[in-house]
Each structure stands twice: as C-alpha cells, then as structure tokens.
C-alpha cells in the first residue's frame, strides 16, 4: 500500500473533528462511496474516542498517530497509541436490546471495517489495524 | 456543536447544530440535563442542523431519556437528517426514541 497518509494529533477530545476532516478526505481519495465514507469517518472516531477514554484516561498531553493508506483490495487505516495497554478480550458492545448510555462505539467501528486487529508485538501502547475490503475482494 | 433553546407554541424546544462528539457531548449533557431536572413534562429536540452524531453524544441523549421516562417526561426528536437517521436504526434505537418528521407532528403526537 504505497501514498500513505500520516497524521498526529493529541489525545484532546477537541482534535477528534480534524480526524473526522482528514479522514473524510482520506477515504475520497481512494473512491470509497459516500455512505462507507460517512461509516469510516464514525467508525476512526470512535477508535480515537476509545484511545482517549481508555489508553490515556483522558490525559490530553498523548499522541495519537494516523496512518491511511489503500491498494487494490482494501483500505487500511493504522492507529498508534502511547497509552495504557487496551484488552482486547474485554471490548465488547452492549447488546442492542440493553438500552443504556455507552457500549456502541466498538458496533460503529465493526459495522464497516472488516478487521479490527489489535498488535500483540506492540512493546508500549497500543497499535489498532483497520481494514476494510473493497467489494468482492475480501 | 451549537445548542439553543427556543420556545414554540410556548414549549421550549432545543435546537441543535453543528457535530456532536466527545468534545461537545459534555456541553449537551450540562444543557439538556439542567431542563430534565426540572421535569419538563416533553422536550423536542431539533435534529435538522446536525451534521455529526457519535457515540458519546448518543449515550448523552439515552442518558437524558432515562431521566425523563423516570418522571413520565417524553423525549421528542424531530428533523433528523438521514445519515444520522441511519445511526438510530443501525443502533436499534429508532424503536427507543421517540422520533417525528418536523415540529407539528411533535405537537401534534
């Protein structure tokens, strides 16, 4: 996947907007369709959201570094994290049914991506994979 | 995101802008909450002008709708755009709240 496109913010709640913007834009670049666009830019968001919440407890003076990128078969975003280690074991969603504040942010993400992969290698912090196949090439 | 409260017919209605995300989900909750602790009997809230709903601001409004359903108050959403009418039922919670084309069918409901 060559013509990368990296970007850093900080762990504030208030960049999460500039990830939505270059997400967006991101995602045209690689023709993706409005609507997978518009459930890529939520489901980067909620990533972001997470990494916030829970690898920096919502210190704002983290980094979170972006990295899109796409090839003929998918298109792949790359989070990294200076954070507390994420157990991927314990995220789970809520249950549709069980109507209660939270738990939605992890259906957001895998309604679109197809893998959501958390790197076991990752010394400190976190590396979060995204990918999401192009139709028919999964 | 920009929130005001307007009155209607003598209702007050808030009337939302702008996106809602982690960053301005705490701004909402402080707003619609501080009219929950009041019992307003029914609060319409105006989705027309919303360009971005996420999770957070999602749990402020299933928060806010606890609140209310705890006292027999009525969450009313109306003028949601699409894109965000789809994160309801990909959610499952168009069938939670209560939700209407424009303002007359809020009062007329």
């Known amino acids: 996947m060559k013509d990368a496109i990296v970007i850093t913010v900080p762990s504030h709640p208030k960049f999460l907007s500039v990830v939505r913007a270059v ?8 023709e ?29 003076s983290g980094k979170i570094v972006l990295k899109y990128s796409a090839g003929r078969e998918a298109f792949k975003v790359v989070i990294d994290d200076n954070g507390l280690k994420a157990r991927p074991e314990s995220i789970r969603g809520r249950s549709f049914d069980d109507v209660r504040p939270g738990g939605l942010g992890i259906h957001f993400i895998k309604r ?5 992969k958390f790197d076991a290698k990752k010394k400190r912090g976190n590396r979060l994979t995204l990918i999401k196949y192009f139709e028919g090439k999964k | 995101m920009n929130i005001t409260v307007a009155v209607y017919r003598g209702k007050k209605v808030v009337e939302l802008s702008g996106d809602i995300d982690m960053y301005s989900s705490p701004e909402l909750r402080e707003h619609l909450m501080a ?8 609060l319409p809230v105006n989705f027309g002008n919303v360009s ?53 069918d809020v009062f007329n409901s």
């Open chain 2, 35 to 42: 009219l929950i602790r009041r019992k307003v009997p029914s």
């Open chain 1, 112 to 116: 679109v991506f197809d893998i959501y």
């Open chain 2, 52 to 104: 971005y709903i996420d999770s957070s601001g999602i749990a402020t409004f299933v928060e806010g709708l606890k609140c209310m359903k705890s006292y027999g108050g009525r969450l009313q959403f109306f003028g949601i755009p699409e894109g965000i009418m789809e994160i309801f039922r990909f959610s499952k919670l168009d069938r939670v709240f209560e939700i209407y084309g424009n303002i007359e």
């Open chain 1, 23 to 30: 997400t967006v834009t991101a995602v045209r670049l690689y």
């Open chain 1, 32 to 60: 993706i369709d409005d609507t997978t666009a518009e459930e890529i830019k939520l489901a980067v968001d909620e990533a972001c959201t997470n990494i916030i919440k829970h690898a920096y407890k919502g210190d704002t």
